[in-house]
């Protein structure tokens, strides 16, 4: 593409975007009759930040993730970007910089080469081809595959894991200071799993902001300080987590469970001092 | 985004509850019928009948109406077409077009007919599930057989494909959205941008549908599915009195549609 776009934006690190909803609600059409799918959503998250989007299925994470990249209206409410609101300058541009990586985003592979795939996003935003290149370049190198090996490869012939990196890697070449994920392990093995961990690691370590929906708690907890729960489109809890107050209930009344290690301390209720210092001390007091 | 033509309207109005062949040679019939002669009065017979089948239906206008609006402007133009290029005594003309009587009715004739036949043939789809309809045309061509024509592996194939339009189209609608996140826009450009635009939808759409139709044969066989061996049926296709009643007031609306 011959046409200039704005440069991407320089140096290494790149700095997160603030999100904050204020009362979003959606709801889709169905047969005539619509469907609420989100109701009076607000809550906030600091630039760099990670906040974990949990909830049974059908309480609406999927459409809170399209909404806030815009792929969808709300009917109320306003998503607002880095500070930005919705209507005023620069309000697209911030959309720009928000990526979306989909549940199995590997399914929308379809360039030849991986190469080319990775490069399609940078080259829709109008970069030039040596900024192409580059974004290309760092994206491989985020997301652990080397150019080298893998950049005149085909998509489809990519096991699942190196595929669903190299759709992460689609993402991130636009360069987004705001990454939303919808469910980015399910169907992985455990090896791609850590892969995809230390990934997702590196990018806070960067500074991007993070909106990860998983139902697993356990990641949710390593990766993100903050949580948001949802229940049935409404907000249930949104802030820092906490397993000393409700977050137990608030949980378990959402078909989700506690953090392993959570629960582990739960059942080891340890006075001071005597705690279980070895595996066998630790059986016993789980006994 | 819907195929809102052979749409299922669930329900339990006696022309649900109607054994799909009935249904089907009743609508054909009909269909032929309607176009059999030119009469008003005969037109009119046909058309209180449709509108007491829709009645009997329960189906909500509004449903009707979705079937029936893409078809309005099809409609429009036939009655157009007639009315300014029928043969007949023109009272009016300007240039090559002529307004005559003969044009009025023929139009209005046509423009009647098609009305008539989008609401028997939503009355049909609306109240028979696409698996009830396919299970019966399966039966009607029975006698197909006779002549090597695989008949059942016909209706499984077409049974299969309107299994999968709703997920397909779900599917298109993601990749679609996935593209967009990715700076496509589908609404911009000329022509050949938007041609190419497709590409990262249709490639990856045609990737998970092969890959879907593999994954659906081998499930298949793991069910021991072999082609060219009867299958029985779980719900099997039962006429009753309500079906022969069908098709005599069917016969009767015919009989009196065309000598009317």
């Given at each position: 593409?011959?046409?200039?776009?704005?440069?991407?934006?320089?140096?290494?690190?790149?700095?997160?975007?603030?999100?904050?909803?204020r009362?979003?609600?959606?709801?889709?059409?169905?047969?005539?009759?619509?469907?609420?799918?989100?109701?009076d959503?607000?809550?906030?998250?600091?630039?760099?930040?990670?906040?974990?989007?949990?909830?049974?299925?059908?309480?609406g994470?999927?459409?809170?993730?399209?909404?806030?990249?815009?792929?969808?209206?709300?009917?109320?409410?306003?998503?607002?970007?880095?500070?930005?609101?919705?209507?005023?300058?620069?309000?697209?541009?911030?959309?720009?910089?928000?990526?979306?990586?989909?549940?199995?985003?590997?399914?929308?592979?379809f360039?030849?080469?991986?190469?080319?795939?990775?490069?399609?996003?940078?080259?829709?935003?109008?970069?030039s081809?040596?900024?192409?290149a580059?974004?290309?370049?760092?994206?491989?190198?985020?997301?652990?595959?080397?150019?080298?090996?893998?950049?005149?490869?085909?998509?489809?012939?990519?096991?699942?894991?190196?595929a669903?990196?190299?759709?992460?890697?689609?993402?991130?070449?636009?360069?987004?200071?705001?990454?939303?994920?919808?469910?980015?392990?399910?169907?992985?093995?455990?090896?791609?799993?850590?892969?995809?961990?230390?990934?997702?690691?590196?990018?806070?370590?960067?500074?991007?902001?993070?909106?990860?929906?998983?139902?697993?708690?356990?990641?949710?907890w390593?990766?993100?300080?903050?949580?948001?729960?949802l229940?049935?489109?409404r907000?249930?809890?949104?802030?820092?987590?906490?397993f000393?107050?409700?977050?137990?209930?608030?949980?378990?009344?959402?078909?989700?469970?506690?953090?392993?290690?959570?629960?582990?301390?739960?059942?080891?209720?340890?006075?001071?001092?005597q705690?279980?210092?070895?595996?066998?001390?630790a059986?016993?007091?789980?006994? | 985004m819907?195929?809102?033509?052979?749409?299922?309207?669930?329900?339990?109005?006696?022309?649900?509850?109607?054994?799909?062949?009935?249904?089907?040679?009743?609508?054909?019939?009909?269909?032929?019928?309607?176009?059999?002669?030119?009469?008003?009065?005969?037109?009119?017979?046909?058309?209180?009948?449709?509108?007491?089948?829709y009645?009997?239906?329960r189906?909500?206008?509004?449903?009707?109406?979705?079937?029936?609006?893409p078809?309005l402007?099809?409609?429009?133009?036939?009655?157009?077409?007639?009315?300014?290029?029928?043969?007949?005594?023109?009272?009016?003309?300007?240039?090559?077009?002529?307004?005559?009587?003969?044009?009025?009715?023929?139009?209005?004739?046509?423009?009647?007919?098609?009305?008539?036949?989008?609401?028997?043939?939503?009355?049909?789809?609306?109240t028979?599930?696409?698996?009830?309809?396919?299970?019966?045309?399966?039966?009607?061509?029975?006698?197909?057989?006779?002549?090597?024509?695989?008949?059942?592996?016909?209706?499984?194939?077409?049974?299969?494909?309107?299994?999968?339009?709703?997920?397909?189209?779900?599917?298109?609608?993601?990749?679609?959205?996935?593209?967009?996140?990715?700076g496509v826009?589908?609404?911009?450009?000329?022509?050949?941008?938007?041609v190419?635009?497709?590409?990262?939808?249709?490639?990856?759409?045609?990737?998970?549908?092969?890959?879907?139709?593999?994954d659906?044969?081998?499930?298949?066989?793991?069910?021991?599915?072999?082609?060219?061996?009867?299958?029985?049926?779980?719900?099997?296709?039962?006429?009753?009195?309500?079906?022969?009643?069908?098709?005599?007031?069917?016969?009767?609306?015919?009989?009196?549609?065309?000598?009317?």
């Amino acid at each position: 593409m011959s046409a200039q776009g704005p440069a991407p934006r320089q140096g290494s690190t790149t700095v997160g975007a603030s999100l904050a909803c204020r009362r979003v609600s959606f709801s889709y059409s169905e047969g005539g009759a619509s469907v609420p799918a989100l109701r009076d959503v607000s809550f906030s998250v600091p630039a760099g930040d990670a906040m974990a989007l949990i909830g049974a299925s059908g309480s609406g994470k999927s459409t809170l993730l399209q909404v806030i990249r815009g792929l969808d209206e709300p009917e109320a409410g306003a998503v607002v970007l880095d500070g930005v609101e919705p209507g005023a300058a620069g309000y697209a541009e911030r959309q720009r910089e928000v990526g979306l990586v989909f549940q199995t985003p590997e399914v929308q592979l379809f360039a030849a080469t991986a190469r080319e795939d990775v490069a399609f996003g940078p080259r829709r935003l109008g970069w030039s081809e040596p900024d192409v290149a580059d974004a290309v370049a760092r994206a491989f190198e985020l997301v652990g595959l080397p150019q080298a090996v893998y950049a005149d490869r085909h998509p489809y012939s990519l096991s699942g894991g190196e595929a669903r990196r190299l759709a992460l890697a689609g993402a991130l070449a636009m360069r987004p200071r705001l990454v939303l994920l919808d469910e980015p392990f399910v169907s992985l093995d455990p090896g791609s799993r850590r892969d995809l961990v230390a990934i997702l690691e590196r990018l806070r370590a960067d500074g991007i902001t993070l909106l990860l929906v998983t139902h697993d708690v356990d990641l949710a907890w390593r990766l993100c300080e903050q949580r948001l729960v949802l229940a049935e489109g409404r907000v249930a809890a949104a802030g820092l987590w906490d397993f000393a107050g409700d977050d137990a209930r608030l949980l378990a009344a959402n078909r989700l469970r506690e953090p392993f290690l959570v629960e582990l301390w739960r059942r080891l209720a340890y006075a001071p001092g005597q705690a279980p210092r070895t595996l066998e001390e630790a059986a016993k007091a789980l006994a | 985004m819907r195929a809102t033509i052979a749409q299922y309207y669930p329900g339990t109005s006696p022309i649900h509850r109607l054994d799909p062949r009935a249904k089907f040679v009743a609508v054909t019939a009909m269909a032929v019928a309607l176009f059999l002669r030119d009469s008003f009065a005969g037109l009119a017979v046909f058309a209180a009948a449709a509108a007491l089948a829709y009645g009997l239906s329960r189906v909500p206008i509004a449903w009707f109406w979705r079937a029936f609006r893409p078809l309005l402007w099809l409609v429009g133009l036939t009655f157009l077409a007639q009315l300014l290029f029928a043969p007949g005594d023109a009272f009016f003309s300007l240039g090559f077009l002529h307004l005559s009587w003969r044009g009025i009715e023929l139009a209005a004739y046509l423009s009647l007919r098609l009305v008539v036949l989008v609401l028997i043939g939503s009355v049909l789809t609306l109240t028979t599930p696409p698996m009830a309809l396919t299970d019966g045309l399966v039966w009607l061509g029975r006698p197909l057989r006779r002549l090597r024509v695989p008949t059942d592996e016909l209706a499984l194939i077409v049974t299969i494909a309107l299994r999968f339009i709703p997920t397909l189209l779900a599917e298109f609608d993601t990749i679609m959205r996935a593209q967009r996140a990715r700076g496509v826009d589908f609404h911009r450009g000329g022509l050949r941008q938007r041609v190419r635009n497709l590409q990262p939808v249709l490639v990856p759409l045609f990737v998970v549908s092969f890959r879907r139709a593999d994954d659906l044969a081998l499930a298949m066989e793991a069910r021991c599915y072999r082609p060219g061996i009867a299958r029985t049926r779980l719900h099997p296709l039962r006429a009753g009195w309500a079906d022969v009643a069908l098709l005599a007031t069917t016969t009767v609306v015919i009989a009196a549609g065309l000598l009317l």
